[in-house]
């Protein structure tokens, strides 16, 4: 069976702290990494991952892939209040389609004090 | 470009009774995903529909869960009867075919 674990799973930090977030996975025929900001209710995409050692990076945010050691981090630098959420992995393996099944982690709450 | 659109956003329904959901994704987006989401838990595919057809429903209760989506557009989750631990909340998802997934705002259900 497919399993994302994250961590750490709540965090609590002041503005202009960096943050780093844990993603480990064990997936059958990966295929890719995503990570998701959750705010009250829908999740909003941040990234996609799919080749290791290559950051992605939007703004503050920055994540990486390590296939071989099967991981993934997402940081958050100078943070803000507005970066308090629930951030979640989800790692895409084959499904019915072409563009697969996500299995998602059970998240990490970051909370940010002014 | 309008969101995916859920209805109702909330919902209290006895155990044993039956409730119904409903998800207008993205006007074009041919995949369509329903997930629960269980408090303190990541989101959990139940059914994945390419158009009107049912690519993956490996997790879905089918027991008491069903799901359609007619004409390839629109879809509605249905529970009957409900347990308690149905209480979550259930998002749709729709996408084009990319990998990136837009989220509607989610049905959050109590069980009583």
């Known amino acids: 069976e497919d399993k994302v674990v994250q961590s750490p799973l709540s965090l609590v930090v002041h503005e202009g702290d960096t943050v780093t977030l844990n993603c480990s996975y064990e997936?059958?025929?990966?295929?890719?990494l995503l990570w998701y900001k959750q705010e009250k209710k829908a999740p909003t995409f941040l990234f996609m991952l799919?080749?290791?050692?290559i950051e992605k990076k939007s703004g503050r945010l920055s994540s990486i892939l390590d296939k071989k050691e099967l991981f993934s981090i997402l940081n958050i630098t100078a943070t803000q209040t507005g970066d308090s959420a629930v951030y979640l992995c989800a790692v895409e393996g084959p499904g019915g389609t072409s563009y697969g099944k996500l299995t998602f982690g059970q998240g990490t709450i970051l909370t940010v004090h002014p | 470009e309008a969101g995916v659109a859920q209805s109702p956003r909330y919902k209290i329904i006895e155990k044993r009774q039956s409730v119904a959901f409903w998800c207008n994704p993205i006007s074009g987006h041919a995949t369509l995903y329903w997930y629960q989401q269980i408090l303190g838990q990541g989101p959990k595919l139940l059914i994945q529909?390419?158009?009107?057809?049912?690519?993956?429903d490996s997790q879905l209760p089918k027991d008491r869960f069903s799901a359609e989506r007619l004409k390839g557009v629109d879809s509605t989750l249905k529970i009957q009867p409900a347990k308690l631990e149905d209480s979550a909340v259930y998002l749709c998802a729709s996408s084009l075919g990319s990998y990136e997934q837009f989220f509607g705002p989610g049905t959050r259900l109590t069980v009583l």
């Open positions: 997936v059958t025929n990966f295929r890719s």
């Open positions: 799919t080749s290791s050692g």
């Open positions: 529909f390419q158009n009107n057809g049912v690519v993956d």
